[in-house]
């Protein structure tokens, strides 16, 4: 099969590759549609132990089954992969299972490729109608959904009368304000850095949306629910300024381990924080159903390219020049 490998930092390479062997319980996936995530782009710069090269990157796919359980269904696919038997996997946490393995790390090899192999209950029907590119989109807003519950179970008001921010306009961060939107929420506001990105966040929703400076010369304790979509000193640091007393941080970006909390602020303060990783299979299934039945809005804001074109993408999206919030590839 043709895929995109990542094979030193800041190289990828198309080329062909061995299909994915298919264990018992596991379905052969042709993709039709991959996004290019926040952690890929972290491995391709070499940033990620987890995804050492030579390795085919690239989790957020949707495809048609050609083997396996459910074959010729047109598929969108949660990418971790968990053992359903431990205490966090029979409690529905399955995102903390601590042998859970994810498409795009070591023993799985990703879907920036022709095929996956990945177990048939990891995988949501698509219906008619929506395509595979709307569908892929599943992983990653899933992501801002299981956030935003968490964000809402510990808010001491209800979500339909807080203020509400979130940093970052990528998939991740226009994803949780998606979902919160779609949760309830009236009024958020989104905070980005990227001027390119601004036209495609207006045209996603019923935002508002401001500039990192406009966010810092607010006063401090604007914000009832703040989720970090970036996971930056920086981004940490405003989360800490703008969050009120007694309200919520939702910490989902994966950008650095430096510091930026006011850990002072927060304990004086009462400020909740939450560290949100990925999603629970329960998160994966309700957000595939809000893309389906229209309530995250026309998700028509992805750029499309072709996977041969891969490593082209992924220079876009380093230097700046990429304008939508998502570029997905087309196997």
Known sequence: MRALVYTEPRSLTYRDE??????????????????????????????????????????????????????????????????????????????????????????????????????????????????????????????????????????????????????????????????????????????????????ALKSAGDFTIAGPDAIAAEDPGGYDLVIDGVGFGATRATASRAARPGGVIVHIGLGDASAGLDIRRMTLQEITFIGAYTYTPQDFRDTAAAIFDGRLGPLDWAEICPLADGASAFSAILDGRASAPKIILKP
């Open 18 to 199: 061995p299909a994915p062997r298919l264990p018992d319980g596991e379905c052969l996936v042709r993709v039709e549609a991959v996004g290019i995530c926040g952690s890929d782009m972290h491995a391709y710069l070499g940033h990620d132990e987890r995804r050492p090269a030579p390795l085919i990157l690239g989790h957020e796919a949707a495809g048609v089954v050609v083997e396996g359980p459910g074959t010729g269904s047109r598929v969108t696919v949660n990418p971790l992969a968990t053992c359903g038997q431990c205490r966090a996997c029979k409690a529905g946490r399955n995102n903390l299972c601590p042998e859970r393995q994810i498409l795009s790390m070591a023993p799985r090899q990703g879907a920036f490729a022709e095929f996956i192999a990945i177990p048939a209950e990891n995988l949501v029907e698509i219906p008619g109608g929506v395509s595979f590119e709307k569908a892929c989109l599943a992983e990653p807003l899933a992501c801002g959904w299981h956030g935003v519950r968490l964000g809402a179970r510990a808010l001491d008001l209800p979500l339909e009368r807080a203020r509400c921010l979130v940093i970052g306009g990528g998939a991740i961060g226009l994803g949780a304000a998606l979902a919160l939107k779609a949760q309830g929420a009236s009024d958020v506001t989104i905070s980005e850095a990227n001027p390119r990105r601004v036209p």
